[in-house]
Nanobody, 123 residues
Framework: QVQLVESGGGLVQAGGSLRLSCAAS????????MGWFRQAPGKEREFVAA????????HYRDSVKGRFTISRDNAKNTVYLQMNSLKPEDTAVYYC????????????????WGQGTQVTVSS
């Protein structure tokens, strides 16, 4: 069992930065690949970024490449999402998830989810 709690969201102006954290409980955290998804009002939850259990491999959706960085600290049971050069279209509730699936962008393959943290980017 893994419980996930996101934090770090807030209101920021376009061009600004935020760092999201996802703290996990449970001794199996380091065995899971971790992902960040987001959901804007009236839209489906979409993949943002993911990182392998070791931290060696990462993957991003095209629209955030070069602006967002995912990382993890297995000693702290935490995964991060550093978001720079934020745009109004990044506004959404951001969720972290844990998966052992082979396709990181498929939300149905995630076993655990956090409650989400709101990110609002003003223009």
């Amino acid at each position: 069992q893994v419980q996930l709690v996101e934090s770090g969201g807030g209101l920021v102006q376009a061009g600004g930065s935020l760092r999201l954290s996802c703290a996990a409980s449970g001794r199996t955290f380091s065995s899971y690949d971790m992902g960040w998804f987001r959901q804007a009002p009236g839209k489906e939850r979409e993949f943002v970024a993911a990182i392998s259990w070791s931290g060696r491999t990462t993957h991003y959706r095209d629209s955030v490449k070069g602006r967002f960085t995912i990382s993890r600290d297995n000693a702290k049971n935490t995964v991060y999402l550093q978001m720079n050069s934020l745009k109004p279209e990044d506004t959404a509730v951001y969720y972290c998830g844990a998966t052992r699936g082979s396709s990181w962008s498929v939300k149905a393959l995630y076993d655990y989810w956090g409650q989400g943290t709101q990110v609002t980017v003003s223009s």
